[in-house]
T-cell receptor
Framework: GAGVSQSPSNKVTEKGKDVELRCDPI?????LYWYRQSLGQGLEFLIY????????KSGLPSDRFSAERTGGSVSTLTIQRTQQEDSAVYLC????????????FGPGTRLTVL | GENVEQHPSTLSVQEGDSAVIKCTYS??????FPWYKQELGKRPQLIID?????GEKKDQRIAVTLNKTAKHFSLHITETQPEDSAVYFC?????????????FGKGTKLSVKP
């Protein structure tokens, strides 16, 4: 079946602009995660949605970052007033449930802030 | 919170040799330990995982061992092939509550020389 998809694949923006990144999880997956991967670095957790529970926002680096998940499916990560240090690959993952269940990653969105 | 350390950061082996990557974690409540392989420009792909009720798991040329007492786990790749060249990430997570996200190590770049 279809895997996790993300759009756009690449996004170039100017410093100070807002951007929205989209994630379509695997159908039926209740858990959805956003991670950030800077060049040559590991994966940094940003936010986690599980079903109808309140999201775990503990990884968001600043209040310029926010995310929502509509109808328990599609998620949008929004970065307001982008800064050059926001440049990274933003990866979305989904799973059947949180914790010890496999997370399947999307292809990522490469964000470049000029 | 959980912290995962991964060593070495780079590893170069000859084709046919074995490769071992080691990770340590800090939170004794962590109970799920996946390993992801990420080829250049691609998404992380799960290659093997282990849960805390198991000490070792093997899948063809890949094996993972877990020592809960010492809080470390290792990836073993035998008979390495050039296509094993990639960045490998270990991770840890904990079931329960909102703690569903993975905490990743910083990655090991494995190069297999023909």
């Amino acid at each position: 079946g279809a895997g996790v998809s993300q759009s756009p694949s690449n996004k170039v923006t100017e410093k100070g602009k807002d951007v929205e990144l989209r994630c379509d999880p695997i159908s039926g997956h209740t858990a959805l995660y956003w991670y950030r991967q800077s060049l040559g670095q590991g994966l940094e957790f940003l936010i986690y949605f599980q079903g109808n529970s309140a999201p775990d926002k503990s990884g968001l680096p600043s209040d310029r970052f926010s995310a929502e998940r509509t109808g328990g499916s599609v998620s949008t990560l929004t970065i307001q007033r982008t800064q050059q240090e926001d440049s990274a690959v933003y990866l979305c993952a989904s799973g059947l449930a949180g914790g010890t269940d496999t997370q399947y990653f999307g292809p990522g969105t490469r964000l470049t802030v000029l | 919170g959980e912290n995962v350390e991964q060593h070495p950061s780079t590893l170069s082996v000859q084709e046919g040799d074995s490769a071992v990557i080691k990770c340590t974690y800090s939170d004794s409540a962590s109970n799920y330990f996946p390993w992801y392989k990420q080829e250049l420009g691609k998404r992380p792909q799960l290659i093997i995982d282990i849960r805390s009720n198991v000490g070792e798991k093997k899948d063809q040329r890949i094996a993972v061992t877990l020592n809960k007492t010492a809080k470390h786990f290792s990836l073993h790749i035998t008979e390495t092939q050039p296509e094993d060249s990639a960045v490998y990430f270990c991770a840890a997570s904990m079931r329960g509550g909102s703690q569903g996200n993975l905490i990743f190590g910083k990655g090991t770049k494995l190069s297999v020389k023909p």
